[in-house]
């Protein structure tokens, strides 16, 4: 098993990379830290400066976690309280993207 059928697996937001290949796995979340360092930059007010409602934070990075089960790859936001909502949608929206490109290019 290579990789899953898209079907089975692009209605979920936040699934990375299914299948048993390690090094495809380890380039799709490396993908990821990449466009969560975009999204970081794209908000460096909110991560440098904070608000009333949301303290300075540091790195996106700090904010999500990865969850690795049985050829699945997932990420989650550790206390979805502490990120906005409109930082939330875009770290899915860079995940979603990702898993099209891996459709497109596998076939």
């Known amino acids: 098993m290579k990789c899953v059928p898209a079907?089975?697996?692009?209605?979920?937001?936040?699934i990375l990379y299914i299948g048993d290949e390690a090094?495809?796995?380890l380039e799709i979340i490396e993908k990821f830290n990449d466009r969560l360092l975009e999204i970081e930059q794209h908000?460096?007010?909110?991560?440098?400066?904070?608000s009333d409602?949301?303290?300075a934070h540091d790195?996106?990075?700090?904010?999500?976690?990865?969850?690795f089960e049985g050829g699945i790859a997932i990420f989650k936001f550790k206390n979805e309280d502490?990120?906005?909502?409109?930082?939330?949608?875009?770290?899915?929206v860079a995940c979603r993207n990702l898993a099209f490109e891996?459709?497109?290019?596998a076939s």
């Open 59 to 67: 790195k996106l990075q700090h904010h999500i976690q990865y969850h």
């Open 23 to 25: 090094k495809d796995c």
């Open 102 to 105: 891996q459709v497109f290019f």
């Open 53 to 55: 409602k949301y303290p």
């Open 82 to 92: 502490d990120v906005p909502d409109f930082i939330r949608r875009e770290c899915l």
């Open 7 to 14: 079907a089975n697996w692009m209605s979920f937001n936040n």
């Open 43 to 50: 908000y460096a007010g909110w991560f440098n400066n904070g």
